[in-house]
């Protein structure tokens, strides 16, 4: 199954800020995903990353939030923007191969 | 749509005992369902996946599940609990043709002396 790494691992950003975070894959891959998982709840699909095209978003997320580049078949990014306190969650990405095998570690945020 | 319920948010059980964490799913077609465990500052980690191949699923570290499409279950068990498995358990469930994970609220399992 492919490899997924993230950066950071974890940051602590003040309100109003940005954060990107990077998800890299060993691997080529269609579909990349991004997730978030807010303290003490499960995981909620952000959005879609492909490749050569617009993310996808999922309902209660938008583009000017979460923008989300996809520049190649292994890379990926995904900036939460203007930071607030509800932001601090973990976030992680997925990738699709041959259906869903696994996540990156996730990456750590907190705003201050 | 396609959803998943997992029915125990938290889960206790004596070290040695077995381990049921439950899980239904409500989906409109053939659907392909996983089970994975996070424990404490720790990453996901995919203990086992359906995919429309045998019912009954092995996983990692002792863990299996059955599908049950009669019941709309597939519910994770373990003969025998031991303390390393204390985590949080989540079952999801793939929505749709774009592999799209669903959640489930996930299931605290505690292992007691």
Same mark, same amino acid.
């Given at each position: 199954?492919?490899?997924?790494?993230?950066?950071?691992?974890?940051?602590?950003?003040?309100?109003?800020?940005?954060?990107?975070?990077?998800?890299?894959?060993?691997?080529?891959?269609?579909?990349?995903?991004?997730?978030?998982?807010?303290?003490?709840?499960?995981?909620?699909?952000?959005?879609?990353?492909?490749?050569?095209? +617009?993310?996808?978003? +999922?309902?209660?997320?938008?583009?000017?939030?979460?923008?989300?580049?996809?520049?190649?078949?292994?890379?990926?990014?995904?900036?939460?923007?203007?930071?607030?306190?509800?932001?601090?969650?973990?976030?992680?990405?997925?990738? +699709? +191969?041959?259906?869903?095998?696994?996540?990156?570690?996730?990456?750590?945020?907190?705003?201050? | 749509?396609?959803?998943?319920?997992? !029915?125990?948010?938290?889960?206790?059980?004596?070290?040695?005992?077995?381990?049921?964490?439950?899980?239904?799913?409500?989906?409109?077609?053939?659907?392909?369902?996983?089970?994975?465990?996070?424990?404490?500052?720790?990453?996901?980690? !995919?203990?086992?996946?359906?995919?429309?191949?045998?019912?009954?699923?092995?996983?990692?570290?002792?863990?299996?599940?059955?599908?049950?499409?009669?019941?709309?279950?597939?519910?994770?068990?373990?003969?025998?609990?031991?303390?390393?498995?204390?985590?949080?358990?989540?079952?999801?469930?793939?929505?749709?043709?774009?592999?799209?994970?669903?959640?489930?609220?996930?299931?605290? !399992?505690?292992?007691?002396?």
């Amino acid at each position: 199954s492919a490899v997924i790494s993230q950066k950071p691992s974890r940051d602590i950003c003040q309100r109003g800020t940005s954060l990107t975070i990077q998800c890299q894959v060993d691997s080529q891959v269609t579909m990349m995903f991004w997730y978030r998982q807010q303290p003490g709840q499960s995981l909620t699909l952000i959005a879609t990353a492909n490749q050569g095209s +617009e993310a996808t978003y +999922e309902s209660g997320f938008v583009i000017d939030k979460f923008p989300i580049s996809r520049p190649n078949l292994t890379f990926s990014t995904l900036t939460v923007s203007n930071l607030s306190p509800e932001d601090s969650s973990i976030y992680l990405c997925s990738v +699709e +191969e041959s259906g869903p095998t696994g996540f990156g570690p996730g990456t750590r945020l907190t705003v201050t | 749509a396609q959803s998943v319920t997992q !029915l125990d948010s938290h889960v206790s059980v004596s070290e040695g005992t077995p381990v049921l964490l439950r899980c239904n799913y409500s989906s409109s077609y053939s659907p392909s369902l996983f089970w994975y465990v996070q424990h404490p500052n720790k990453g996901l980690q !995919l203990l086992l996946k359906y995919t429309s191949a045998a019912t009954l699923v092995k996983g990692i570290n002792g863990f299996e599940a059955e599908f049950k499409k009669s019941e709309t279950s597939f519910h994770l068990t373990k003969p025998s609990a031991h303390m390393s498995d204390a985590a949080e358990y989540f079952c999801l469930i793939n929505t749709g043709t774009a592999s799209k994970l669903t959640f489930g609220t996930g299931t605290r !399992l505690q292992v007691t002396l």
